[in-house]
């Protein structure tokens, strides 16, 4: 899910090599913590390259936002789920 939000925010500003980026990000967020940080940091420095220091904090916000809201809606998610199921664990 990151990846297609930062694949999404880089088509919309116009970067280069967008969706090689966000798949970079895809393949990046397999490898626990580092993996995903690298690829989102390369993801930014193509951006700064690009369209210099404003286009760098967009998308510098777009990944930060993608790898902070991403999880806290998965945990919510699963937290809404297993309340459903009640104590027993069944509906």
Do not use: C, S
């Amino acid at each position: 899910m990151d990846a297609v939000l930062i694949g999404i925010g880089l088509l919309v500003l116009g970067i280069p090599l967008a969706l090689p980026l966000a798949a970079l990000v895809f393949f990046g967020g397999l490898f626990p913590i580092i993996g995903a940080l690298v690829a989102g940091a390369l993801a930014v420095l193509v951006a700064f390259a690009h369209g210099g220091l404003g286009i760098f904090l967009a998308v510098a916000a777009i990944v930060l936002g993608a790898f902070l809201v991403v999880p806290t809606v998965a945990i919510a998610k699963q937290l809404v789920l297993r309340l459903r199921e009640g104590p027993g664990g069944g509906p």
